[in-house]
């Protein structure tokens, strides 16, 4: 079936789709989630004042949220988070500068190595469970359990 016909005076679709719905509560829920670790207790005192001067964004999260305990080697993490090899490991050189993850061979191939959450990280990590576990209660008292609990439904069934 053909589009219908743009209307040139009335694009607020623009700003209410689904899509653009979910990419800003996400930049809000990430956003209070770095907010949270900067005064966080758990998180390591010098990545937390990283975070306070925004020089820990979103795109940190990514490995934050993707790296599993065990590690993984690069393409693995940016295939996990949906970036580009480069990208990811402009965050992964950026990440281990700060102490937050190391590199080490790779157990399975002597010319790969794995990217690893350091003891600092693990701590980081540690602070961004608690980070998120308080954002998602603010989320529940901000729109009510019931509704909550469909979002959540909803937003699982959709990305499976």
């Known amino acids: 079936m053909p589009a219908a016909p743009l209307d040139m005076t009335d694009d ?5 789709h689904l ?3 979910l990419g800003e509560a996400m930049r809000r829920f990430d956003a209070r989630v770095l907010q949270l670790m900067t005064v966080s207790e758990q998180a390591p005192l010098a990545l937390a004042h990283l975070a306070a001067r925004d020089k820990v964004g979103a795109a940190h999260i990514h490995i ?6 065990a590690g993984a080697r690069l393409t693995e993490l940016a295939q996990r988070a949906g970036m580009t090899k ?3 490991g402009d965050l992964v050189d950026q990440c281990e500068a700060w102490g937050l993850v190391a590199r080490q061979p790779d157990p399975l191939d002597a010319r790969a190595r794995r ?3 350091t003891p600092a990280g693990l701590d980081w990590l540690a602070a961004f469970r608690t980070a998120l576990t308080q954002a998602e209660a603010e989320f529940r ?3 009510g359990d019931e509704v909550a609990t469909v979002v959540a439904l909803g937003l699982e069934a959709y990305a499976r």
């Open 86 to 88: 480069q990208a990811m």
């Open 115 to 117: 990217i690893v959450f």
């Open 141 to 143: 008292a901000a729109v």
């Open 19 to 21: 899509g653009r719905l």
């Open 64 to 69: 934050t949220r993707h790296l599993p305990l």
């Open 12 to 16: 607020r679709w623009r700003q209410s």
